[in-house]
């Protein structure tokens, strides 16, 4: 569960709440991007996960993943909220990709 402003935040059914790590603000030959060059990060850490879904037999799906992991997800997947003064996702489970370990 992640708190905003006297708020928590916890997601719904298989819904991960995911802060986007910052990238590089460099290319590897050194080049410095301007904000309006960079790709929309696609790794982050997980804040809250919802408890899961229920699949069309009833059965509840559990989250595979909890907070405080690193993931890779889908570059456009999810929903973009406003924690604060960054703007974080609210994925489905099914738009992760990978653990980062």
């Known amino acids: 569960m992640s708190k905003q402003k006297g708020q928590q935040i916890k ?3 298989d819904y991960v709440l995911i802060r986007p790590l910052a990238q590089e603000d460099k290319t590897p030959s050194g080049i410095v991007l301007p904000d309006s060059a960079k790709e929309k990060p696609q790794v982050g850490e997980i804040m809250a996960v ?29 929903n973009e909220i406003k924690v604060g003064f960054e703007e974080w996702l609210l994925v489905e489970q099914k738009d992760i990709m990978a653990v980062v370990e």
Request: aromatic content about 10%; cysteine-free; charged content about 20%.
């Open 50 to 78: 919802g408890p899961g879904a229920h699949n069309p037999e009833g059965k509840l799906m559990p989250i595979l993943v909890k907070p405080g992991q690193k993931v890779m997800y889908k570059k456009w997947g999810g």
């Open 11 to 13: 997601p719904l059914f």
